[in-house]
């Protein structure tokens, strides 16, 4: 059985105060409810990763980055590295996010890189993949999935597969308002599975969680969660409202 995750980007939202407050608040809710049926995980902006796992860090939140650089150390001004991240407590680290992809131009290349850094820096990896809209409407949106997952990830031994959580989502629903239905995403998800499996073996593909992201709210986050090949979600702009975020983390 694998757990479900419920993680929340931030994104470049809230200040050291709020983002204090929020985390704050998710830790106090969690920490009344049963352990081991769902992760939730916070994934603030780097500035305040020390100071929310000061909130976070006796109760069962998790903690993640947003991003990491693609070089271990050195004269790299304003870069953070997959180490330092790490170094402030958090487990996670969110790699090739599609505004990363996008307006920073990181290529799958690059992606690989900063996947094995974080690993060997002993993060766990949300590696994210997924098609724009134009891709979808030419019906290319497996291959391209497929070839961000070949390029971006599967040089990682079996060993560190076990440190990777894989979130699609299509960018087309990114901040949008739009959602894939229950059955694209299961249709995606499901792919993605067996194409694990093809290369690590059923083992892993059964025990790797996939997570759907894109305009998931507590209205829509159920029905999402309820296909066999959803582990949880992804969550952008509900991940900033305590009602939201908690509301989502219900529905799993
Ligand atoms: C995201 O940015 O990862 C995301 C899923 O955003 P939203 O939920 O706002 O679509």
Redesign the pocket.
């Known amino acids: 059985m694998r757990k479900k995750i419920v993680a929340g ?1 931030w ?1 470049m939202n809230m200040d050291l105060a709020e983002g204090i407050k929020l985390a704050g608040s998710i830790d106090k809710y969690f920490s009344e409810k049963p352990a081991e049926k769902v992760t939730v995980i916070l994934c603030p902006p780097f500035i305040h990763l020390a100071g929310v796992h000061e909130v976070l860090k006796h109760g069962r939140v998790a903690l993640g980055a947003q991003n990491c650089a693609a070089e271990a150390s050195g004269a790299f001004t304003g870069e953070v590295s997959a180490w330092m991240v790490k170094s402030t407590g958090a487990e996670y680290v969110i790699i090739g ?1 599609s ?1 990363r992809r996008s307006y920073y131009h990181e290529d799958d290349k690059l992606l690989n890189k900063k996947t094995l850094l974080a690993i060997n820096s002993g993060l766990k990896v949300i590696f ?1 993949c997924g098609e724009v809209l134009k891709e979808r409407e030419d019906k290319k949106h497996f291959i391209i999935v497929k070839r961000q997952l070949e390029e971006g990830l599967f040089s990682l031994t079996s060993e560190q597969m076990d440190r990777i959580v894989i ?1 699609y ?1 299509p960018v087309w ?4 308002g739009l959602t894939a239905s229950p059955e694209q995403a299961q249709e995606m998800h499901k792919y993605i599975r067996d194409l694990v499996k093809e290369k690590y073996g059923s083992d892993c593909s059964k025990k790797l969680p996939i997570l759907y ?4 709210k507590p209205s829509n986050a159920k029905e999402i969660f309820s296909k066999p090949d959803v582990d949880g979600g ?6 900033l409202k305590r009602e939201d975020f908690v509301g989502i983390i219900e529905a799993v």
């Open positions: 980007n994104k996010h505004e994210c979130a989502e629903a990114i901040g949008t992201g894109g305009s998931c992804l969550i952008g702009g509900a991940a």
